[in-house]
């Protein structure tokens, strides 16, 4: 099994249950994350025993990169897992290195623009998958990632465990170190999930994919509506607000003659109105499918009218549009080959 997918806690737990000291465990951690050694004879502070034990149980083996696409601010990679390929795309912004990272292979919710549910989910990432796609990144590129988004390939939540923990070895003062606040998780609205990620009462932050702003709409757009409309959706951005105090961001894809209405930028003001969160139009990026993207005119109306309504809006700038930056893509030209 992978080293990397054991919270510092788990490792804590197995090396008292061998016969080693906790501590050990902050020193194996602070080996692999901190020092980033490639073979646990290399952590020189612990004992012969104990790289014996590693050695025999663990690997500490970083994905493999097979296919790489770069834009000046922006490069996706496809990285290579055991049956399959997962996809992460790195953006370069001002502020520092954001990485975009994948939760499963394939994805079950179907929502009608996105390339990515054209694969059903063949399996969960596992935790060590997750954490790896930020130490292969850093090590291939020689940086450090200072933002991390779940808004790869998959549903975060219908990965909920192995999110959790991977969130956990990346926040680790022992290990990544991370900030939560630099950690964001978007999900499609799995009612359930949010409230039991709000009742962790943490600072990772929480992105909504609405996409429309009544049911009828995004029924046929989100499939899931169907499970979760939108009153329970906001009912669970309401408790998540409550117990975090953290900004919610709505994403909302403006796609031409669907939900780009001025009625429809109406209906998302009454949506959110008052609420602590903004909402990000993102313009589409196209697909194999039939949607086209809203014209810079009707996004300039609709973000106007959102604003003149009170509300926090921000247009998501684009990255990556040249190098098959939607989710995706690039896993999906792989498979072609
Ligand atoms: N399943 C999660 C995270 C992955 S998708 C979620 O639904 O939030 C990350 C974001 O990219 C979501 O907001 C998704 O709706 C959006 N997205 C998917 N396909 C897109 C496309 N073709 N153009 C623009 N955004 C897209």
Known sequence: MSIFDLTLEDLENILVLNGFKKFNATQVYEGIYKKRVKSFDDITNISKELKKFLNDNYTLKYLNIVEEL??????????????SFVECVLMKHDYGNSLCISTQIGCNMNCAFCESGKLKKVRNLTVS?????????????????SNIVFMGIGEPFDNYDNIINAIKIL?????????????????????PKIKE??????????AISLHASNNETRNKLMPINHAYPIEEVIKAIDYYIEKTNRKVTIEYILLEGI????KNALELANLFKG???????????????NFV???KETISKFFD???????????RREMGKDIKGACGQLRASHEQK
């Open 305 to 315: 009218t959102l604003v003149k309504n009170g509300i926090n809006v921000q247009m």
């Open 275 to 289: 609420k602590l969160v903004y909402i990000n139009l993102i313009p589409y990026n196209s697909t194999s499918s």
């Open 197 to 206: 990620f709000a009742d962790l009462e943490g600072q990772v932050n929480l």
């Open 171 to 191: 926040t680790c003062p022992r290990g990544i170190n991370l900030g939560s606040r630099k950690i964001t998780v978007s999900t499609c609205g799995l009612v």
């Open 259 to 262: 939900n780009d209405s001025t």
């Open 70 to 83: 770069k834009s000046n601010d922006t490069n996706k990679y496809l990285l290579e897992v055991t049956d």
């Open 293 to 295: 993207r809203s014209s």
């Open 129 to 145: 998958e997750i954490v790896l796609q930020v130490l292969t990144i850093e090590e291939k590129e020689n940086l450090r990632i």
